[in-house]
């Protein structure tokens, strides 16, 4: 609740794999009891929701958090120097193809705080 502000609330939940798994598990429970397959199929067949947000699992989340963020209030930054920058044009000396790299660096910019919520200290038990 303390990053919901009127009718806004975070749409994605990241936690670790053994969050997720342990989620995964207290919901399966309550899926017998509803009657309705329709809702239970929706809410099982591609992610886990939880109050109109997508819980996914990451491996960058460190173990014991979680971390709510509302996608309205976070955007891409690309640093302009490496935006689409390509390595030179290689052709091999055994093949008819051109190889090269593309590259992009990007960042992501919170723009309030208010909005995203971070949980520590959470007990997979």
């Known amino acids: 609740m303390d990053a ?40 099982f067949k ?7 947000a997508v819980v996914m699992w990451d491996g960058f989340v460190p173990a014991g958090e979680m971390q709510q963020i509302t996608s309205k209030y976070f955007r891409p930054v690309f640093f302009a ?22 590259y992009v660096t990007l960042n992501l910019q919170f723009l309030t705080l208010r909005q995203h919520a971070r949980r520590t200290g959470i007990t997979n038990a």
């Open 4 to 43: 919901s502000q009127g009718n806004e609330q975070p749409d994605r939940i990241f936690t670790t794999a053994l969050g997720y798994t342990n989620f995964w598990a207290l919901l399966s429970q309550q899926q017998r009891q509803i009657e309705d397959t329709e809702v239970t199929r929706a809410g």
């Open 46 to 52: 591609m992610h886990l929701m939880f109050n109109n």
């Open 81 to 102: 120097k490496d935006y689409f920058t390509t390595d030179p044009f290689i052709q091999p000396t055994n093949q008819r193809v051109i190889v090269s790299r593309i």
